[in-house]
């Protein structure tokens, strides 16, 4: 006689991999989110599998944390290591750009991925560097995404959760729960936060509204409005001085003041009203310059750039930022400092030889720029890289004294420079203002190309001067203006300048 055991009865779900994968870069808190979801499937007893792939660095390379989960068994799952190309269930990503990569990657399929990510942004070190504006279009990202992804859930999760006094972490897993994703109940999202034991009331909180957001839906964050304009501060005699000024820019054409004004209050915050005088005598000039009949075109760009050009950025301007008020203010307020917490704040400084012979008197730092062996020496005394924690008295003193001699800026070597360069470049521009208006706009607005300092001042200015070259290759062409401006906008495409190369033979090859 033969007996048959009864089939043993199977779970329909075993064999069945869920894979998830999280997009994160550093201080997103990537592997916190990692670690409940793992713990989470665990304890619902999953057999889990977390791993992660570092980027290149931060900003410039996300983490990828993967997970894959399936109901435990006696058969004991093999789990991949990575994720593959249409071969992933949910991604989350913790910025709006990493769910543009995750899309470029493949990871996200409309058959079968739900795509959860955040819109705010953190800007990538390609964003910054480019001399131009390089921030990509978020707005490209969010269709790319709406095609892809069988599912898609966003919102700003990183203001949901600071709203909360949490991080974005929590936030995504609460979305994470809100989409149904995973065969949980929300109270198993809520335990294994609890079992985190660290900041677990901020966290489930964070975890509440980011699981409405998934749910419901949520309006983005109202951006806020312009800042109120900023006032001028001083004692008396000084503010006489300046409500002169500012009467003086008001006796300007009503298409010029808004522009005058706000040109003016950089300079003089820059320097004195004595400065701001200067500034305000140079833009009166050109107005005189100018019929108008452009819509004053000329005029505003010169009370643009005019005030970008006086109020340049050197050693003295660098440090009196670094020790304003309002700035250790906005630095605590971003990191989220409460009541007596303390602050530790370092500040990186590498100063090149040129920059030590430009705070030299004019005369003196001429003779210094002028001499090999000065400078060579310059360089080994101070060409190193430094850091000054302003958080100490010692340091910060270091900077206030040095933001303190806007007195001395008038006499050094590079005020000199700058104003010489200034004076050039006005009048280079507005030597063609009779002949062609237009081109003589797009000279001024050249002056975008020079900016920062340091090797980033140094490489502004080698392109400011291929494209202000550049004007004598088009003088009497009918669309001279127009080549400018694409010069301009080609040297703001890469540091390298191989654009602005490329360009430059163009319009040779025409003349």
Same mark, same amino acid.
């Given at each position: ?15 069945? @991999? ?49 997970? $894959? ?57 390609? $964003? ?18 709406? @095609? ?70 949520? =309006? ?15 004692? /008396? ?68 750039? +005019? ?7 050197? +050693?003295?301007?660098? =440090? ?35 920059? @030590? ?11 210094? $720029? ?6 060579? /020496? ?10 000054? /924690? ?32 200034? $004076? ?22 050249? /002056? ?55 360009? +430059? ?7």
């Amino acid at each position: 006689m033969n007996f048959v055991l009864p089939a043993k009865e199977t779970d329909a779900r075993v064999g069945q @991999i869920i894979k998830l994968a999280v997009m994160a870069v550093g201080g997103q808190g990537g592997g916190v989110l990692t670690g409940w979801i793992e713990a989470m499937a665990r304890a619902q007893g999953y057999a889990c599998q977390a791993t992660s792939v570092a980027g290149v660095a931060q900003r410039t390379g996300a983490t990828i944390y993967y997970v $894959e989960m399936t109901p435990a068994s006696d058969q004991q799952p093999i789990f991949a290591l990575a994720p593959a190309g249409g071969d992933v269930d949910v991604l989350i990503a913790a910025e709006m750009m990493e769910v543009g990569r995750a899309v470029m990657r493949g990871f996200v399929t409309p058959d079968r991925t739900t795509l959860i990510g955040s819109t705010h942004r953190a800007l990538a070190v390609s $964003e910054k560097t480019a001399p131009g504006d390089a921030i990509a279009s978020s707005d490209e990202v969010r269709a790319a995404a709406e @095609i892809a992804a069988q599912r898609l859930i966003l919102a700003d999760m990183d203001a949901l959760a600071v709203g909360q006094g949490s991080v974005i972490s929590a936030s995504l897993f609460g979305a994470l729960a809100g989409s149904g994703a995973l065969p949980f109940p929300r109270e198993a999202y809520e335990d294994a936060i609890r079992a985190g034991g660290k900041g677990v009331e901020p966290s489930l909180k964070a975890f509440g509204v980011g699981f409405e957001a998934a749910l419901n839906g949520i =309006a983005e964050p109202v951006k806020a409005g312009p800042k109120p304009a900023p006032k001028m501060k001083g004692a /008396r005699t000084q503010m006489q001085k300046w409500e002169a000024l500012v009467a003086r820019a008001q006796g300007l054409p009503n298409a010029v003041q808004q522009m005058a004004l706000t040109g003016l209050m950089k300079v003089v915050d820059f320097q004195d009203t004595t400065y701001g005088a200067g500034y305000l005598q140079r833009l009166e000039n050109i107005v005189d310059l100018d019929t108008g009949a452009q819509g004053w075109e000329l005029s505003v760009t010169a009370a643009k750039y +005019i005030a970008n050009a006086m109020a340049y950025d050197d +050693i003295i301007r660098v =440090a009196d930022l670094k020790t304003r008020g309002p700035r250790f203010n906005r630095i605590r307020e971003e990191m989220g400092v409460e009541g007596q917490q303390l602050v530790q704040l370092t500040e990186f400084f590498h100063p090149r030889a040129e920059e @030590i012979a430009s705070m030299m008197p004019a005369r003196m730092g001429a003779k210094w $720029e002028a001499d090999p062996k000065r400078m060579a /020496r310059l360089d080994r005394w101070f060409n190193k890289g430094r850091r000054l /924690r302003t958080h100490t008295l010692r340091s910060f003193l270091m900077l206030h004294f040095l933001g303190g001699l806007k007195g001395y800026r008038m006499k050094t070597r590079r005020h000199e420079v700058e104003v010489a360069h200034l $004076e050039t470049w006005l009048d280079q521009s507005l030597s063609v203002v009779e002949q062609d208006y237009a081109l003589a706009v797009e000279m001024l607005k050249n /002056r975008r190309l020079v900016k920062g300092y340091s090797d980033t001042h140094v490489r502004g200015l080698s392109k400011f001067a291929t494209v202000m070259g550049a004007a004598t290759l088009l003088r009497g062409r009918g669309d001279a203006a127009e080549w400018m401006a694409r010069l301009r906008e080609a040297a703001l495409q890469d540091p390298e300048g191989k654009a602005l190369e490329g360009a +430059i033979q163009t319009v040779r090859s025409f003349v």
